[in-house]
């Protein structure tokens, strides 16, 4: 039984509304690289997990809700991820809080979050009241036009497949990204794309590929990883950037980003969030 397994996922829960740190379940990000071949002191990227949370509240000091919209940066370094369920449960536990301001909260984020993940974890609090900006969708090539037969919806990375003889640098992306989770089986929706500079990847090999994850069980920082590895692996790109954008659920879209090269991301939300 892997450490997933021990979490609430998939289980009746109480719903605690009163402070509650110890409701945060951190499971190590080993149990997966080390099946992809991912050493933790030789990563073979950066990148972060972006988590975007619309479901945010907790009292002020004379008990009236404050609510946000509050945007955590996990780094891909740190030496756990968070279930999801748990962080949902997690920032349950501040709604009937009372706390003296909202420096208060976010220290409180700040110190619980980074120790679960194991690493220090980025926070942006933005006000409801804010304009949000939403843009329609990543730049680049999409991949969801390419006339292909689809066979497999586990994942086949033997379906990827490049041209040495032609070196591109380019994007390509797809809507037709879905994963399941790893403990209950739901399905998860996302987008996912792919920046890389090396020999050009065929894309309708690559979309067959991006499908055959419809039915594997998988987190989302996993699967994201997995993508990685794979064109690494069967295509040798020079430089690549592998990430995904996942509808939202239950308050939450976790969106991770790895690369090789790149540091810095676009990480306003998209029309599907």
Request: with cysteine; glycine share 6%.
């Amino acid at each position: 039984m892997t450490r997933a397994e021990h979490s609430q996922l998939g289980r009746t829960t109480r719903y605690c509304n009163q402070y509650d740190p110890s409701l945060l379940f951190p499971i190590p990000r080993s149990e997966k690289r080390d099946e992809l071949g991912i050493q933790a002191e030789a990563l073979p990227f950066s990148g972060v997990d972006v988590w975007q949370a619309f479901e945010v509240s907790w009292l002020d000091a004379q008990g009236k809700p404050q609510v946000r919209l509050v945007r955590f940066e996990i780094p891909a370094s740190s030496p756990n991820l968070i279930e999801s369920k748990s962080f949902k449960l997690y920032l349950n536990s501040f709604n009937g809080t009372r706390f003296e301001s909202e420096q208060a909260v976010t220290s409180l984020w700040q110190q619980d979050l980074s120790d679960a993940a194991g690493a220090p974890v980025g926070i942006n609090v933005q006000s409801v009241s804010e304009p949000q900006t939403l843009i329609g969708g990543p730049e680049g090539i999409c991949l969801d036009d390419e006339s292909v037969t689809i066979e497999r919806y586990q994942v086949t990375p033997d379906l990827l497949k490049a041209d040495d003889s032609t070196r591109v640098g380019e994007t390509l992306y797809s809507h037709l990204l879905k994963s399941n989770c790893l403990v209950t089986g739901q399905p998860d929706w996302g987008s996912v794309v792919i920046d890389y500079t090396g020999p050009k990847i065929d894309r309708a090999a690559l979309l067959k590929y991006l499908v055959s994850f419809r039915e594997h069980n998988e987190f989302h920082e996993q699967c994201v990883e997995r993508v990685f590895t794979d064109l690494k692996r069967h295509c040798q790109p020079e430089k690549l950037t592998v990430y995904a954008r996942y509808v939202r659920r239950g308050g939450l879209d976790i969106n991770p980003y790895r690369s090789d090269w790149q540091t810095e991301f676009d990480l306003r939300r998209w029309v599907r969030q």
